[in-house]
C-alpha cells in the first residue's frame, strides 16, 4: 500500500489553486468537473504527483464558500531544505505564515506553520538531508 492523495474542500477552487502551485510551488496536475453532481476537483503536487508523491486533491462543491475546520484535522507536512529562505519566498508569494520558524517545543527539529487560503495549516519541517525531491519550496 501507499499513501495517494489528501482531499481538502476548498471554497474557492482557482484561489486554492494559485495558492498551491504559485505560493507553494506546486504543480496543477489535473482537473476535472462534475456538472451532474456540482463540484469540480484539482489534483496538485510535486514532481508529477503519483506514483512518485502523494496528492492534494482539492475539491470544491458548487456553491459552497466555506466550511468549518472541525477538531481532528491537523495539518499537511512538507519538508524543506532551508526553512527559513521557504518561509521568504512564501511571505514574498503572498503566503500566510502563523508560526515563525524555530525548534519544535521539547526537540531540535525546526519546524514553521503557514495556512492555505481556506485556513488548513501546512506544516514545513526542515530536512536538510532529504527535504527533497520536489522543486517546490527549496
Known amino acids: 500500500m501507499r499513501l495517494l492523495h489528501t482531499m481538502l474542500r476548498v471554497g474557492d ?8 502551485t504559485q505560493v507553494l510551488g506546486m504543480d496543477l496536475l489535473r482537473r476535472s468537473e ?10 496538485v503536487g510535486f514532481d ?25 484535522y491537523g495539518h499537511i507536512a512538507l519538508g524543506v531544505d532551508d526553512i527559513h529562505a521557504a518561509c521568504e519566498r512564501i511571505r ?14 521539547g526537540g531540535k527539529t525546526v519546524i514553521a506553520f ?3 487560503p481556506d485556513g488548513y495549516k501546512i506544516e514545513l519541517i526542515e530536512r536538510k538531508d532529504d527535504a527533497g525531491t520536489g522543486q517546490g519550496l527549496r
Open 13 to 20: 477552487l482557482e484561489r486554492s489553486i494559485e495558492f498551491y
Open 114 to 116: 503557514i495556512t492555505d
Open 34 to 43: 462534475n456538472p451532474e453532481y456540482e463540484y469540480s476537483l484539482a489534483f
Open 92 to 105: 514574498a508569494a503572498g503566503g500566510n505564515i502563523t508560526r515563525e520558524p524555530g525548534p519544535v517545543k
Open 48 to 72: 508529477g504527483g503519483n506514483p512518485g508523491q502523494a496528492e492534494i486533491e482539492l475539491t470544491y462543491n458548487w456553491g459552497q464558500s466555506e466550511y468549518d475546520m472541525g477538531t481532528a
